[in-house]
């Protein structure tokens, strides 16, 4: 089985709200957590990332979380736009593993 | 400007014939990979390369076949033998550092569909 997921798959926001999105792994020894966003159509393009002897990370309007107690990863977008509907993936990466996990996706879609 | 291309956008093809789905990357990057996406799950990995005339076989490879002839050029083959080939492809690249971190960039994606 995936051993990475996402906890819902849909998720609606007002405009200007933050949105949380999660994700569960499984594999402890996966040290490298991505998130990844993907529009109407086109291919997924990376947002942010963090390595699991962090704990949070900034970037611009987002953050991203790691509990590695629970396993469990989230991003957070602030002051969430129209621009921010897709699909939003998180993956894992094992030490010299080269591919990538994914999770199945959560659909954020913003509400004017 | 660079990037990764994938081609054709959309494709259908009749069962029992095999196709072939364009991948090329001006990045320079050494890894590439094919994915893919069905409605509700997340990316399935179908194969991938690290290096020129040498690729390991994902999660989902069979029903599907890839050459590494050159850097630039990672194409997937679909053939008959894959059940349920209507999916949506993407192909991606990394350098191999990224690959071991993860940061992929990813093509456009193909769709196809069987009729």
């Known amino acids: 089985g995936e051993s990475v997921g996402l906890h819902l798959p849909t998720l609606s926001v007002q405009e200007g709200d933050n949105s949380i999105i999660n994700c569960a792994y499984s594999?402890?020894?996966?040290?490298?957590f991505i998130w990844y966003k993907q529009e109407s159509g086109k291919g997924p393009q990376f947002i942010i990332d963090?390595?699991?002897?962090?704990d949070k990370r900034q970037g611009q309007r987002v953050t991203v979380l790691l509990n590695k107690t629970v396993k469990h990863l989230s991003l957070q977008i602030a002051a969430t736009q129209p621009g921010d509907s897709a699909v939003y993936f998180c993956?894992?990466?094992?030490?010299?593993?080269?591919?990538?996990?994914f999770g199945a996706g959560t659909t954020v879609t913003v509400r004017a | 400007d660079g990037g990764i291309t994938q081609s054709p956008k959309y494709l259908f093809r009749k069962e029992g014939q095999n196709v072939t789905l364009s991948c090329e990357q001006n990045?320079?990057?050494?890894?590439m990979y094919w994915y893919r996406q069905d409605p509700g799950q997340g990316l399935r990995l179908i194969y991938y390369?690290?290096?020129?005339?040498?690729?390991q076989k994902g999660d989902i490879a069979e029903g599907y076949s890839v050459s590494r002839e050159k850097k630039e050029s990672f194409p997937l083959t679909v053939t008959s033998a894959q059940k349920n080939p209507t999916a949506f492809y993407l192909c991606?690249?990394?350098?191999?550092?990224?690959?071991?971190?993860?940061?992929?960039?990813f093509g456009e994606g193909s769709r196809l569909t069987v009729l």
């Open positions: 991606a690249s990394s350098t191999l550092a990224g690959a071991n971190t993860g940061e992929l960039f």
């Open positions: 594999n402890s020894a996966s040290d490298y």
């Open positions: 963090i390595r699991s002897n962090m």
């Open positions: 993956a894992e990466n094992s030490p010299n593993d080269y591919k990538l996990s």
């Open positions: 990045l320079n990057h050494d890894a």
């Open positions: 390369s690290q290096i020129v005339n040498d690729f």
